[in-house]
């Protein structure tokens, strides 16, 4: 039997069984509308609510600080927008590394002629927080930078951001979508407005995340029609996905040391086999993002004269699945906007590959995906 490692966890991971088995019961015997009045309707309402105090409390938020959204694209439209449209002239900031999520919603702004600035990035994939400093004014509304990169895992000092947004009055927020169950989140001691997250990312289902929003932040509703969210985000919400979203959420943020460790040790297999097949960095690759302030398991490797798209398919038929860059990206053949940013010249950034091991894979995965890219390596060069 064909040998399936799945080692692209910063694209999607595979569903929680705890959260399966909720959602599938859910599903089938608690369809009742949380809105309706009557008693069959209660047992809904009282999921939703318990869901909604678990996921603030598993971030150090407050239940009705947590909005339900259909994940982290629609979580960064809805904090981006809502804010930039209730600060008619004012200006939004964020960074050049950003998800498209973001950096489109911007593009989006700019075309309502609303100004945006894109802050640099350091070699590290690190926004430096003087750089902050030396863009923002008083006809700011908005910062949003990112806790963690997708494509290279960087993790961003947003607690200075954040410090600094505030002395300026404007509102801080950050796309949290994959640091959020796999590093601690806190959102008083990160201390920013608004936060977005995805289940998918962290073992829940797709299609649900929510959009943390300190009480008192003032925001236009951006999706109108029934009262749901507080007003804000209108819609019948998806109670199974999001009884789902709270029971993978609590199990990875209870489980959050192991997790790391196993993926720590994943990253240092992988580095240990390929320096053993006789690969080493620097020479045969090169490794993007900054090594310490990163997500564990999340490694952007750049192989020189290499295709990264013959590189994926070659591991695919290897039965590795591994991105190029951001999965979002994967229709488009262009040179990551990131590893750009970073100043990663076009030959090196052409030869990138991203490994995202998550807490299912084992430390022969890494073995195997460190051999089969030795392997493929030297038949391609
Ligand atoms: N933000 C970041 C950093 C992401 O990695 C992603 C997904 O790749 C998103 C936003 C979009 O999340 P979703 O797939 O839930 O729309």
């Known amino acids: 039997m064909k040998r399936i490692v799945y080692a692209d966890n910063a694209a999607t991971t595979q569903l929680d069984s705890d959260a399966y088995k909720a959602m599938s019961e859910i599903l089938q015997r608690e369809y009742g509308n ?51 449209f209730n600060n008619s002239s004012k200006a939004v900031i964020t960074s050049q590394i950003e998800h498209h999520a973001i950096l489109r919603s911007c593009e989006f ?19 430096r927080p003087e750089i902050l400093k030396r863009y923002i004014t008083n006809n700011v509304s908005l910062v949003s930078i990112m ?53 998918h990312k962290f073992n829940g289902p797709k299609g649900v995340g929510f959009l943390y929003i300190k009480r008192g932040t003032k925001l236009l509703p951006y999706m109108h029609g029934g009262q749901q969210e507080q007003g804000l985000r209108a819609g019948t919400e998806n109670v199974a996905s ?5 029971i993978a959420l609590k199990n990875n943020v209870d489980h959050l040391k192991e997790n790391r460790k196993l993926l720590a040790n994943l990253e240092m297999a992988l580095f240990a086999r390929l320096q053993y097949n006789g690969f080493s960095e620097n020479v045969n690759y090169f490794r993007n993002g900054n090594t310490q302030e990163h997500i564990d398991g999340n490694v952007s490797l750049s192989f020189k004269g290499i295709d990264g798209e013959i590189l994926l398919h070659r591991l695919d038929l290897m039965g590795i699945s591994v991105s190029t860059g951001s999965a979002c990206d994967s229709v488009n053949t262009k040179i990551s ?5 970073i100043g990663i010249s076009q030959e090196i950034a052409k030869g990138t590959i991203r490994i995202s091991f998550g807490k299912n894979n084992v430390v022969d995965d890494a073995v195997y995906i460190a051999d089969s890219i030795t392997r493929v390596i030297n038949e391609l060069v």
Not at 337 to 341: G, K, R, S, Y
């Open 242 to 246: 999001i009884v789902g979203m709270s």
């Open 337 to 341: 906007h990131v590893l750009t940013a």
């Open 109 to 127: 702004l700019e075309k309502q002629k609303f100004p945006v600035v894109y802050l640099p990035v350091a070699h590290d994939g690190i926004v």
């Open 34 to 84: 949380p809105s309706q009045p009557y008693s069959f309707s209660r047992a809904a309402k009282k999921l939703l609510a318990d869901a909604r105090e678990s996921i603030a409390s598993c971030i150090n938020a407050l239940p009705d600080e947590i909005y339900f959204t259909s994940g982290g694209t629609e979580s960064d439209n809805c904090a981006i927008k809502s804010v930039a």
């Open 147 to 199: 806790l963690a990169n997708n494509e290279i895992g960087t993790i961003q000092p947003i607690g200075e951001f954040a410090e600094t947004t505030h002395s300026y009055g404007a509102i801080f927020h950050t796309d949290a979508v994959q640091a959020v169950g796999h590093i601690k989140v806190d959102v008083k001691e990160l201390t920013v407005d608004m936060l977005s997250a995805s289940a």
